[in-house]
Nanobody, 121 residues
Framework: QVQLVESGGGLVQPGGSLRLSCAASGSIFSINAMGWYRQAPGKQRELVAHIISGGSTNYADSVKGRFTISRDNAKNTVYLQMNSLKPEDTAVYYC???????????????WGQGTQVTVSS
């Protein structure tokens, strides 16, 4: 089994910062890519940031220059540093992994439980 556990969400004022973490554990052979998605009330889940094993990243246009995704391969952990937060960043943030299990099965549908980020004064 594979588990993704997120942490770091909370309430922050506009202009503030938060750092999200997502640790993957279980029967993992390798992690090909990890990403952060978010879903605001009444909206579809959208990609926020993505990082592949080689370190290449991509971001949603709405967060470029404000958010930074990074990864600690030794810990199977991905981070999302969020700066200059805006009310429109309010959403549940989900971690996703594209990984290969110890049994050689590759899957892209591994998700964490989500962590709430609320940006409000």
């Amino acid at each position: 089994q594979v588990q993704l556990v997120e942490s770091g969400g909370g309430l922050v004022q506009p202009g503030g910062s938060l750092r999200l973490s997502c640790a993957a554990s279980g029967s993992i052979f390798s992690i090909n890519a990890m990403g952060w998605y978010r879903q605001a009330p009444g909206k579809q889940r959208e990609l926020v940031a993505h990082i592949i094993s080689g370190g290449s990243t991509n971001y949603a246009d709405s967060v470029k220059g404000r958010f930074t995704i990074s990864r600690d391969n030794a810990k199977n952990t991905v981070y999302l540093q969020m700066n200059s937060l805006k009310p429109e960043d309010t959403a549940v943030y989900y971690c996703n992994a594209d990984l290969t299990t110890n049994w050689g099965t590759r899957g892209l549908d591994y998700w964490g439980q989500g962590t709430q980020v609320t940006v409000s004064s």
